[in-house]
Nanobody, 124 residues
Framework: QVQLVESGGGLVQAGGSLRLSCAAS????????MNWFRQTPGKEREFVAA????????LYADSVKGRFTISRDNAKNTMYLQLNSLKPEDTAVYYC?????????????????WGKGTLVTVST
C-alpha cells in the first residue's frame, strides 16, 4: 500500500504561480512512476504530467507544457508540480497518483494509488 497526500493548493490570480506537493508513505517511493491529474466538476479526470521512477524523464499534457514542471525527490518521498503562468482554465482539483508499471502511463485506469486531491483556483 502507498498513501499519497497532496498539499499546496489555493487561490491565485491569473499569471501567478503555485507549487503542489505530494507526500508518499508506505512502499518504496522510488518503485513508482508518479503522475498528476486534475478534475473539474462535470468533467473527467485528465492527465497533467508524469515522471519516471528516477525522475530522469517527464511527460506533459499539451495544455500545460511549458508552464508546469513535475519533479520528485526520492530521498524525501515527495513529488512536486510547479505551476507557472496560471490561467483560469487551470482551476481544478489536482490529484497525485502512483503507477507501479515499468513505463510512464497517462490513463486514469493505469494508476494504482491516488491521493485525495488539492484544490487550485485561478481568478481573473
Amino acid at each position: 500500500q502507498v498513501q499519497l497526500v497532496e498539499s499546496g493548493g489555493g487561490l491565485v490570480q491569473a499569471g501567478g504561480s503555485l507549487r503542489l506537493s505530494c507526500a508518499a508513505s508506505g512502499r518504496p517511493f522510488s518503485s513508482y512512476s508518479m503522475n498528476w491529474f486534475r478534475q473539474t466538476p462535470g468533467k473527467e479526470r485528465e492527465f497533467v504530467a508524469a515522471i519516471t521512477r528516477s525522475g530522469s524523464d517527464a511527460l506533459y499534457a499539451d495544455s500545460v507544457k511549458g508552464r508546469f514542471t513535475i519533479s520528485r525527490d526520492n530521498a524525501k518521498n515527495t513529488m512536486y508540480l510547479q505551476l507557472n503562468s496560471l490561467k483560469p482554465e487551470d482551476t481544478a482539483v489536482y490529484y497525485c497518483a502512483a503507477n507501479s508499471g515499468s513505463v510512464i502511463a497517462t490513463r486514469v485506469g493505469s494508476m494504482d494509488y491516488w491521493g485525495k486531491g488539492t484544490l487550485v483556483t485561478v481568478s481573473t
